[in-house]
């Protein structure tokens, strides 16, 4: 692993701290009614050379999927990318595009929101020892995460039980520890049937915020604009991890035994930064006199009310009323360990990587933000 002794061997201990009861190993689960008599482990893979072991990416077009599978494809891994014929924000990448993309792996095409789809597309040419789910839905809207980040989800995992996949490795997100969104009901969801199967081995990873979703007033900043947050900037705090040490984090869970049938929150280096941290280091960065707007967070209080009031009526407004309230979460809620007593705890948030903030408002202020779309839904992206 990457991870330095102290940053995963000290997350470990605090991830292990922070999960408790929720990280069960799969013995116990398997008492709890996982369905098939054989549970399969990517223990099972230790004397397997990276090359023999055959690894499924669903959700591999998304941001964080395609970093995940180039890393898959760098350790060796025999990796297979099952995508949709038209995929990436908008559907603007089509099957040649989504090849390229991935030149040293397969790519598959299909719709994970149909079983047969996958077992006839996917899985084809036989098993997998592995999948990796990067699914997520595009908008966070109230159908889609329900289609998506657990229907979906539960499809893929369905076929890789059935054809005796030994592990299972999620992309979750760490605000599903404070649910109140429904894409993070979906995914809980998913992640206790995960959890249950008992079948089959599983890291949950919950990551912090990622850069992307960060770096969304880097250029305005740079025009002179100011830099916008809610309330005193300090409402919330994050330990942002780049998506190449993300990708990293999960790849490691195929192989390294402590993050087996475990649930990981995880960030990167450093400490947790609030906006107004985040802000005062763009400003320093870019050598600018320091320029902040504060919006009071009732201003959105009262944009969810009159949004819920017309979803009330107009059925079509509902993920409308959904995104306010998405906007809403991410202004107010830390994206850091809750600790027993249902604090935000910055030391409770396992760290790793060496990807750092910094790094990456600088590069974007000198290449931009190409390559950086935050999709459908940039409200939570
Ligand atoms: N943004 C943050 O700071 C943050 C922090 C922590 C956790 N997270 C979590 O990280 C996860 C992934 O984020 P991301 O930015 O990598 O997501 P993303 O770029 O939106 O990627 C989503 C993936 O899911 C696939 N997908 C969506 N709808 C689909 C459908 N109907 N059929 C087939 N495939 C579909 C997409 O395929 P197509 O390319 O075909 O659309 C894409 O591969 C999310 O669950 C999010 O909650 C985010």
């Known amino acids: 692993m990457r991870a330095t002794a102290g940053a995963l061997g000290g997350a470990r201990a605090r991830c292990e701290r922070a999960i408790g009861a929720r990280s ?39 941001y964080i999927g395609k970093y ?44 994970v929101g149909s079983k047969e789809s ?22 966070g809207g109230v159908k889609d995460s329900w289609d998506i980040d657990y229907r979906a989800t539960k499809n893929v995992l369905d076929v890789a039980r059935e054809r005796g996949s ?3 490795v ?5 605000c599903v520890q404070k649910p109140t969104l429904t894409f993070q009901k979906a995914k809980l969801k998913f992640e206790a049937e995960l959890q249950a199967a008992g079948d089959i081995s ?14 969304g007033q880097v250029e305005v900043v740079q025009k002179g604009g100011p830099y916008v947050m809610f309330g005193d900037g300090q409402l919330a705090s994050c330990k942002p991890i780049s998506e190449s040490d993300l990708a990293k984090f999960m790849a490691d869970s195929i192989r390294e035994p402590e993050m087996l049938n475990k649930v990981l929150p995880i960030g990167g280096p450093g400490e947790a930064m609030s906006a107004l941290q985040q802000g005062t280091m763009l400003f320093e960065l870019l050598e ?56 935000y705890d910055a030391a409770a948030t396992p760290s790793y990587g ?28």
């Open 118 to 139: 996958i077992e006839t597309k996917a899985f084809d040419e036989g098993a997998y020892d592995v999948v990796v789910s990067c699914l997520a839905s595009r908008t």
């Open 354 to 381: 060496s990807d750092t903030l910094k790094e990456f408002f600088d590069k974007v202020s000198k290449e931009g933000l190409a390559g950086q779309e935050l999709g459908d839904q940039a409200v939570f992206k």
């Open 24 to 62: 069960v190993t799969k013995t116990r689960s398997a008492r709890r009614g996982g369905r098939a008599t054989r549970a399969a482990s990517a223990a099972e893979l230790a004397s397997e050379e990276n090359k023999d072991v055959k690894v499924l990416v669903v959700g591999a077009t998304g």
């Open 68 to 111: 995940v599978t180039r890393e898959l494809c760098a350790r060796g891994y025999d990796v297979t990318a099952f995508t949709r014929e038209k995929s990436g924000i908008g559907g603007k990448t089509n099957a040649t595009d989504a090849k390229a993309l991935f030149p040293d792996a397969k790519v598959k095409f299909g719709d």
């Open 166 to 168: 030994k592990h299972f």
């Open 288 to 343: 600018m006199e320091p320029k902040f707007i504060k919006v009071p967070i009732e201003v959105m209080d009262v944009a969810i009310k009159v949004l819920d009031v017309f979803a009330g009526f107009f059925s079509n407004m509902k993920d409308a009323a959904e995104f306010g309230k998405i906007g809403r979460y991410y202004a107010a809620e830390s994206m850091l360990v809750m600790n027993d007593d249902g604090k």
């Open 202 to 215: 599983y890291t949950i990873v919950r990551p912090t915020a990622f850069f992307k979703s960060l770096a």
């Open 170 to 174: 999620l992309l979750s997100a760490i």
